[in-house]
């Protein structure tokens, strides 16, 4: 969590006139496409601090409601605010939260903005709000890409569409093509100091960072694109305790010239899933709701919910009386596609024309303060990479924390705090069923994903299985039966 | 196939010791004790809405949050069809045109299920069933019965915990459960009859259809007896994409977080089919059918495992209908390294397989390396560390699998992968001093000691969210050149160290 190697704060770089807020012009709307053309002309990350904030140097103590309208939008630039706000977890309990949102919302909002609609930022030097990326490449229906066709040498199995489908990413996805500039502008809704930080997205694996914001202020963070992969941006604020009431998000690098793979020259998939976990404790969050600081050494966390990208048991397995809800967690969480026989030596061969022997990407992202053990049922996973380090396929070591470093087959991937890995679901035929059920099968064949450090399976203290779970899902042909 | 509701919240401890004093002969008789059961849905307990402790948020306008649990619906579930009695119909498998999913959000994908009301209502009413068909049954090359029981054991440390375990008739009532041992290619079949309200089994990282699962929610909880059937894949010569022989363990998947913890667990082995190419010698196995070969008598399974005594005080379905019972906080007080020598393992009686000290081989005196399949059985981060006599660091493990599945080289398509462990280049082979792994990961390390000596096998377990260090626990390795035979009670003292 240092910020040592974050670039200079230059608050008298901006002028006072680029900070001013200016209500937005009710009936302006920021939820489509946000097309500003070329960015100005920031030369390097910079911040304002409370120098410049009329509202710290008033001495406002409290800021909330402060923000009452967003920003004049300035182009290139995406706009987060630091709000706060109630959410409603998987028991109907609500729980008090923060986060990066896109809109300036008050405490008792009823809709407080906690997490960022996902936001690309092109090469072009635009900002775009799309749910699926690469833009402009086919949806696909509820989450599934559909096959090319019948694989006629393999009974049962399809071949995969090559560079078609596009992906849906959850709430608090920041898309970065490669090549791009990112340029936030963070205001600090709260009555507390915050700051953003992207986690060894600077050369050298350093962080990227704000610096501190101070209530009422507001910061700019100007960085390019880092290598291609996942990043977790949040408050590192009394780690990590900001984190846990919700301050992160993640930041995913794409070559948008090749944008169905993991990362340049590594593994091709059909369609990716970028999974966030989080682990919410409630005592935590009421202290810092109340004013207090919560103090991880002597309040130590207890976590009673646990989330896959904001959502946790029968919510996240898209089973709730929420339809509206499922639909999003069957596109943004719920792994599902033909299945298809590949070879690990080669995701990503062209077997005829257009298609694709490989399988998804299963992207995990953990900004939470659990360490998580994310089993798959039905398949093992073969993991390329960690924190966007690549693994090799040959010549591997154990390193000197006792991890292997070589692509390998898996069925628990280990995900600690902070921690990302890249996997390849290969949604291939399930080894150990008979040959007699699978050339029977008529059904989609369903199975779990949870994390195997049980506690993580509970919601309020039970309800097992109501916590950090999804379902994954080979389709049959003969689909809905 | 229907919907059943849990019992009444969490049964007292006395009920539940009560309840089960007898559950060894229920099976036997043919009035299976449907007391024991869960109530249909109507008598279900009504979810009881978690009160929230924070402060609600006061609405500015009609867009409130739903901030109270919804109505419960009918307690009757819709019931939903049972599959055909002889199986799904077969189609030809060559289908040309899949039918793409298609979005529909009226019902979820499969159409089978329902939604539910509440957390608590899907927690509550998971898909049970009381004797669902095996479809598709084969004749088994290995086949066991699996039953379960209640037992208070003792542990190493004298301390005596509420265990629930999985047993074969003819083994004992101890802890973990009987070790399961198909070879490639066989049909495995597993009876299941939970004498104690639902359960299921889950094969952890083997991989057949969902029925096959044993989990709720995709398929189904045995109320009365089922019998799961799966075939382990077998493996090819230096293909990464085939090949099931290695370390898995089988759980209960029923509450998991408690039924797991009570003991509902047991040791899963794979072993390989033999491949052309690679004899095998006497006295030896191969840890995979294209892997390296091991000693059979010095093979061993380490498990570390740990205890909340607070979590075996709970009765089965605790938690299931909404109410609080912390079991998102383990809070471990007992730490154990079970397992010991295959071997030498004794089912019986009502122990737990424990061992005081390990005998492995010293590397090259003729003898095939000792292999320990190492499983984190419980629910923290475990890391392991090899220590020399001499106190320092002893880079004597070699990883050759991982959760079941062999460590290659796959750098180049079509070419043939060879295992690290059988590549001609050293430098190719996984050693380590030093293991971290995670909850119900497994490893299979050969042991490669250079001289005679005590080793020692340091097991850590680690906070799940600090990352501190909890305990620590310590197994002497004995290497040894001329390791003797079975009755060697020095090497051989593996049971329960009781008192
Ligand atoms: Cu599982
Ligand atoms: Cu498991």
Redesign the interface.
Same mark, same amino acid.
């Given at each position: 969590m240092s910020s040592e190697n974050t670039p200079a704060i230059t608050p008298s770089s901006v002028s006072d006139t680029d900070s001013a807020l200016h209500p937005v012009e009710p009936g302006i709307n920021r939820s489509t496409l946000l097309k500003f053309g070329a960015a100005t002309a920031w030369g390097t990350a910079v911040a304002m601090g409370a120098a410049v904030s009329p509202v710290s140097a008033a001495g406002v103590p409290r800021a909330h409601g402060r923000f009452t309208a967003s920003a004049v939008p300035l182009p290139g630039v995406l706009d987060l605010y630091i709000n706060e706000?109630?959410t409603?977890m998987?028991?109907?309990?609500?729980?008090?939260q923060r986060g990066f949102g896109d809109r300036p919302t008050?405490?008792?909002?009823?809709?407080p903005s906690l997490r960022v609609v996902p936001k690309i930022f092109t090469r072009e030097g635009q900002v775009v709000e799309s749910r699926t990326y690469p833009l402009g490449a086919a949806i696909p229906?509820?989450g599934?890409p559909?096959?090319a066709?019948?694989d006629?040498a393999n009974?049962?199995q399809?071949f995969i569409r090559r560079n078609h489908w596009a992906s849906f990413f959850p709430q608090r996805t920041i898309i970065v093509e490669s090549g791009a500039t990112v340029r936030l502008r963070v205001f600090n809704g709260l009555a507390g100091t915050h700051q953003l930080t992207v986690a060894q997205a600077a050369h050298g694996r350093s962080d990227l960072s704000t610096g501190p914001i101070a209530p009422g202020g507001q910061a700019l963070l100007e960085f390019d694109a880092p290598y291609a992969g996942t990043y977790i941006y949040y408050d590192p604020t009394n780690a990590p305790v900001q984190r846990a009431l919700g301050l992160f998000g993640t930041i995913l690098v794409m070559d948008p010239d090749d944008p169905w793979r993991v990362a340049p020259n590594q593994m091709a998939f059909e369609r990716q899933w970028l999974w966030m976990t989080h682990?919410i404790d409630?005592t935590w969050?009421?202290i810092e709701?109340a004013g207090g600081t919560v103090n991880p050494l002597t309040d130590?966390?207890? #976590? =009673?919910y /646990?989330m896959l990208n904001d959502r946790s @048991?029968?919510?996240a +397995?898209?089973?709730?009386?929420n339809?509206e809800l499922?639909?999003l967690a069957?596109e943004e969480s719920l792994i599902?596609g033909?299945p298809r026989q590949?070879?690990?030596?080669?995701f990503g061969?062209d077997l005829a024309l257009g298609t694709l022997r490989g399988g998804q990407a299963v992207r995990m992202v953990n900004p939470g303060?659990?360490?998580h053990?994310m089993?798959f049922?039905?398949?093992?996973l073969w993991t390329v990479r960690r924190n966007n380090v690549e693994w #090799? =396929?040959? /010549?591997?070591?154990?390193d000197?924390? @006792?991890?292997?470093v +070589?692509?390998?087959?898996?069925?628990?991937i280990?995900l600690?705090?902070m921690d990302r890995k890249d996997c390849i679901i290969p949604l291939?035929r399930?080894?150990?069923?008979?040959d007699?059920?699978?050339?029977?099968?008529?059904?989609?064949?369903?199975?779990?994903m949870h994390c195997?450090?049980?506690?993580?399976?509970?919601?309020?203290?039970?309800?097992?299985?109501?916590?950090l779970v999804a379902?994954w899902?080979l389709?049959s042909?003969?689909?809905?039966g | 196939m229907r919907l059943r509701g849990w019992a009444a919240p969490s049964a007292t401890v006395v009920s539940e010791g009560k309840r089960r004093s007898d559950d060894d002969d229920k099976k036997k008789s043919s009035t299976k004790r449907r007391d024991d059961k869960s109530p249909g849905p109507r008598e279900r307990q009504k979810p009881k809405p978690s009160p929230s402790k924070s402060p609600r948020p006061q609405p500015s306008r009609s867009a409130t949050p739903s901030s109270q649990p919804s109505a419960t619906r009918s307690a009757t579930p819709s019931p939903t069809p049972a599959p055909g009695t002889t199986g799904p119909t077969p189609t030809r498998s060559s289908t040309p045109t899949p039918r793409p999913t298609r979005p529909s959000p009226s019902s979820d994908d499969d159409g089978e299920e329902r939604e539910y009301d509440s957390q608590a209502d899907f927690a509550s009413h998971q898909m049970q069933q009381d004797a669902p068909e095996t479809h598709f049954l084969e004749t088994p090359q290995l086949s066991v019965d699996l039953d379960l029981s209640s037992r208070d054991l003792r542990f190493p440390d004298g301390a005596k915990f509420k265990m629930w375990v999985f047993h074969q008739d003819s083994s004992g009532r101890g802890f973990p459960g009987p070790t399961l041992r198909p070879t490639e290619k066989g049909i495995f079949h597993a009876r299941v009859e939970p004498s104690m309200g639902p359960h299921s089994i889950h094969w952890h990282g083997m991989e057949p259809d969902p029925r096959n699962d044993g989990v709720g929610h995709t398929s189904f909880e045995i109320d009365d007896h089922y019998t799961y059937q799966w075939q382990p894949e077998p493996g090819r010569t230096h293909d990464p994409n085939y090949g099931a022989a290695g370390t898995y363990f089988y759980h209960c998947h029923v509450n998991t977080p408690l039924h797991a913890q009570m003991g509902l667990l047991g040791p899963l082995i794979i072993d390989p089919i033999e491949l052309p190419g690679f004899p095998v010698a006497p006295g030896n196995r191969r840890a995979f059918a294209d892997g390296p070969e091991y000693d059979i008598a010095t093979e061993s399974l380490i498990m570390p495992f740990s205890i909340d005594p607070r979590w075996h005080k709970m009765g089965h379905a605790a938690g299931l209908s909404g109410e609080d019972v912390g079991l998102n906080r383990f809070e471990p007080t007992h730490f154990y390294i079970t397992g010991g020598l295959l071997a030498q393992r004794r089912e019986t009686g009502e122990e737990v397989w424990a061992p005081t000290q390990l005998p492995i081989n010293v590397s090259g005196h003729g003898k095939a390396p000792s292999l320990m399949r190492f499983l984190d059985g419980n629910y923290l981060p475990n890391k392991i560390t090899f220590v020399n006599p001499d106190g320092t660091p002893a880079r004597i493990a070699e990883l050759v699998s991982h959760d079941g599945r062999p460590y290659r080289h796959t750098a180049t398509p079509g070419a043939p992968a060879i295992p690290t462990s059988m590549h001609p280049d050293p430098s190719a082979h996984l050693f380590t001093h030093t293991l971290s792994m995670g909850s119900a990961e497994r490893y299979d390390l050969l042991l490669h000691p250079p001289t005679a000596g005590t080793y020692t096998l340091r097991i850590e377990w680690r906070d799940w969210i600090t990352g501190h260090k909890l305990a620590h626990r310590e197994l002497p390795l004995l290497a040894s050149c001329v390791l003797k035979g079975p009755g060697n009670q020095t090497y051989t003292r593996l049971g329960p160290q009781l008192g």
């Amino acid at each position: 969590m240092s910020s040592e190697n974050t670039p200079a704060i230059t608050p008298s770089s901006v002028s006072d006139t680029d900070s001013a807020l200016h209500p937005v012009e009710p009936g302006i709307n920021r939820s489509t496409l946000l097309k500003f053309g070329a960015a100005t002309a920031w030369g390097t990350a910079v911040a304002m601090g409370a120098a410049v904030s009329p509202v710290s140097a008033a001495g406002v103590p409290r800021a909330h409601g402060r923000f009452t309208a967003s920003a004049v939008p300035l182009p290139g630039v995406l706009d987060l605010y630091i709000n706060e706000g109630y959410t409603k977890m998987v028991d109907d309990s609500l729980v008090y939260q923060r986060g990066f949102g896109d809109r300036p919302t008050a405490l008792r909002d009823a809709r407080p903005s906690l997490r960022v609609v996902p936001k690309i930022f092109t090469r072009e030097g635009q900002v775009v709000e799309s749910r699926t990326y690469p833009l402009g490449a086919a949806i696909p229906p509820n989450g599934t890409p559909a096959p090319a066709g019948a694989d006629p040498a393999n009974p049962g199995q399809f071949f995969i569409r090559r560079n078609h489908w596009a992906s849906f990413f959850p709430q608090r996805t920041i898309i970065v093509e490669s090549g791009a500039t990112v340029r936030l502008r963070v205001f600090n809704g709260l009555a507390g100091t915050h700051q953003l930080t992207v986690a060894q997205a600077a050369h050298g694996r350093s962080d990227l960072s704000t610096g501190p914001i101070a209530p009422g202020g507001q910061a700019l963070l100007e960085f390019d694109a880092p290598y291609a992969g996942t990043y977790i941006y949040y408050d590192p604020t009394n780690a990590p305790v900001q984190r846990a009431l919700g301050l992160f998000g993640t930041i995913l690098v794409m070559d948008p010239d090749d944008p169905w793979r993991v990362a340049p020259n590594q593994m091709a998939f059909e369609r990716q899933w970028l999974w966030m976990t989080h682990a919410i404790d409630t005592t935590w969050a009421r202290i810092e709701a109340a004013g207090g600081t919560v103090n991880p050494l002597t309040d130590p966390a207890v #976590p =009673r919910y /646990f989330m896959l990208n904001d959502r946790s @048991g029968y919510e996240a +397995l898209g089973h709730s009386p929420n339809r509206e809800l499922n639909r999003l967690a069957h596109e943004e969480s719920l792994i599902s596609g033909y299945p298809r026989q590949v070879d690990i030596r080669n995701f990503g061969e062209d077997l005829a024309l257009g298609t694709l022997r490989g399988g998804q990407a299963v992207r995990m992202v953990n900004p939470g303060i659990a360490s998580h053990q994310m089993h798959f049922h039905g398949n093992h996973l073969w993991t390329v990479r960690r924190n966007n380090v690549e693994w #090799p =396929r040959e /010549f591997g070591h154990v390193d000197a924390d @006792g991890h292997v470093v +070589l692509q390998q087959w898996e069925d628990v991937i280990e995900l600690p705090p902070m921690d990302r890995k890249d996997c390849i679901i290969p949604l291939k035929r399930p080894p150990d069923a008979t040959d007699k059920v699978w050339y029977n099968r008529t059904e989609d064949w369903k199975y779990p994903m949870h994390c195997h450090a049980e506690m993580s399976q509970t919601a309020a203290g039970g309800m097992y299985p109501g916590g950090l779970v999804a379902h994954w899902e080979l389709k049959s042909q003969v689909n809905g039966g | 196939m229907r919907l059943r509701g849990w019992a009444a919240p969490s049964a007292t401890v006395v009920s539940e010791g009560k309840r089960r004093s007898d559950d060894d002969d229920k099976k036997k008789s043919s009035t299976k004790r449907r007391d024991d059961k869960s109530p249909g849905p109507r008598e279900r307990q009504k979810p009881k809405p978690s009160p929230s402790k924070s402060p609600r948020p006061q609405p500015s306008r009609s867009a409130t949050p739903s901030s109270q649990p919804s109505a419960t619906r009918s307690a009757t579930p819709s019931p939903t069809p049972a599959p055909g009695t002889t199986g799904p119909t077969p189609t030809r498998s060559s289908t040309p045109t899949p039918r793409p999913t298609r979005p529909s959000p009226s019902s979820d994908d499969d159409g089978e299920e329902r939604e539910y009301d509440s957390q608590a209502d899907f927690a509550s009413h998971q898909m049970q069933q009381d004797a669902p068909e095996t479809h598709f049954l084969e004749t088994p090359q290995l086949s066991v019965d699996l039953d379960l029981s209640s037992r208070d054991l003792r542990f190493p440390d004298g301390a005596k915990f509420k265990m629930w375990v999985f047993h074969q008739d003819s083994s004992g009532r101890g802890f973990p459960g009987p070790t399961l041992r198909p070879t490639e290619k066989g049909i495995f079949h597993a009876r299941v009859e939970p004498s104690m309200g639902p359960h299921s089994i889950h094969w952890h990282g083997m991989e057949p259809d969902p029925r096959n699962d044993g989990v709720g929610h995709t398929s189904f909880e045995i109320d009365d007896h089922y019998t799961y059937q799966w075939q382990p894949e077998p493996g090819r010569t230096h293909d990464p994409n085939y090949g099931a022989a290695g370390t898995y363990f089988y759980h209960c998947h029923v509450n998991t977080p408690l039924h797991a913890q009570m003991g509902l667990l047991g040791p899963l082995i794979i072993d390989p089919i033999e491949l052309p190419g690679f004899p095998v010698a006497p006295g030896n196995r191969r840890a995979f059918a294209d892997g390296p070969e091991y000693d059979i008598a010095t093979e061993s399974l380490i498990m570390p495992f740990s205890i909340d005594p607070r979590w075996h005080k709970m009765g089965h379905a605790a938690g299931l209908s909404g109410e609080d019972v912390g079991l998102n906080r383990f809070e471990p007080t007992h730490f154990y390294i079970t397992g010991g020598l295959l071997a030498q393992r004794r089912e019986t009686g009502e122990e737990v397989w424990a061992p005081t000290q390990l005998p492995i081989n010293v590397s090259g005196h003729g003898k095939a390396p000792s292999l320990m399949r190492f499983l984190d059985g419980n629910y923290l981060p475990n890391k392991i560390t090899f220590v020399n006599p001499d106190g320092t660091p002893a880079r004597i493990a070699e990883l050759v699998s991982h959760d079941g599945r062999p460590y290659r080289h796959t750098a180049t398509p079509g070419a043939p992968a060879i295992p690290t462990s059988m590549h001609p280049d050293p430098s190719a082979h996984l050693f380590t001093h030093t293991l971290s792994m995670g909850s119900a990961e497994r490893y299979d390390l050969l042991l490669h000691p250079p001289t005679a000596g005590t080793y020692t096998l340091r097991i850590e377990w680690r906070d799940w969210i600090t990352g501190h260090k909890l305990a620590h626990r310590e197994l002497p390795l004995l290497a040894s050149c001329v390791l003797k035979g079975p009755g060697n009670q020095t090497y051989t003292r593996l049971g329960p160290q009781l008192g």
